[in-house]
């Protein structure tokens, strides 16, 4: 089965800028998540859909964070305005729904400068 | 509340000795407990978990760990190293129901470090 796509794999932004990243989960998956993982730590969850609501979002700094999932497969994680310390990898993960362990996709490494 | 203390961010063996990578969690529910390898670039890779079966969980790549209640400890072994097992490992823990199941708390990591 194809594993989750994340895109881009790569981004550098200017301070204030906005960025977007994708992340298309494996098919049938109900649930997907996002993470931010900042070098040197383990990922921390941001955000979590189940199909296409939002299920925890407490750990989302919504002032410049957003994300959805249209129709309950695809979602965009959006930051505007990026600040440096949001240089991070941002992972997306899916699951079928209730199921543990999830799959990871590679990540969207940002640096901000 | 649930949390996950790595002890060590580093660790280094020689090809073919034991690997150990300790593991203490916190958890306010009956825990879930998982080990997560990350290759350098790469997305995390499940190697194993725990779901309050066995609680000598065997995984991956020739990896296992075992739950101890009372120690409050998930601890990942393996008895021969390998040159391929240099990487990250993550230990992360979720609740076994309510509004944490599913969602993982991770640790800080820590990286093996494989010698010839």
């Known amino acids: 089965e194809a594993g989750v796509a994340q895109s881009p794999r790569y981004k550098i932004i200017e301070k204030r800028q906005s960025v977007a990243f994708w992340c298309n989960p494996i098919?049938?998956?109900?649930?997907l998540y996002w993470y931010q993982q900042i070098l040197g730590q383990g990922p921390k969850l941001l955000i979590q859909f189940q199909n296409n609501g939002v299920v925890d979002d407490s750990q989302l700094p919504k002032d410049r964070f957003s994300a959805e999932r249209l129709k309950g497969v695809d979602s965009t994680l959006k930051i505007q305005p990026a600040k440096l310390e949001d240089s991070a990898v941002y992972l997306c993960?899916?699951?079928?729904?209730?199921?543990?362990?999830?799959?990871f996709g590679s990540g969207t490494r940002l640096t901000v400068v | 509340a649930q949390s996950v203390t790595q002890l060590g961010s580093h660790v280094s063996v020689s090809e073919g000795a034991l690997v150990l990578l300790r593991c203490n969690y916190s958890s306010s529910v009956p825990p879930y407990l998982f080990w997560y390898v990350q290759y350098p670039n790469q997305g995390l890779q499940l190697l194993l978990k725990y779901t309050s079966a066995a609680t000598l969980v065997k995984g991956i790549n020739g990896f296992e760990a075992e739950f101890k209640k009372s120690e409050t400890s998930f601890h990942l072994t393996k008895p021969s190293a390998h040159m391929s097992d240099a990487a990250e490992y993550f230990c992360a823990v979720s609740g076994a129901g309510g509004t944490s199941y599913g969602k993982l708390t991770f640790g800080q990591g820590t990286i093996l470090t494989v010698h010839p």
């Open positions: 993960a899916s699951s079928l729904r209730d199921s543990l362990g999830y799959t």
């Open positions: 098919s049938g998956h109900a649930t």
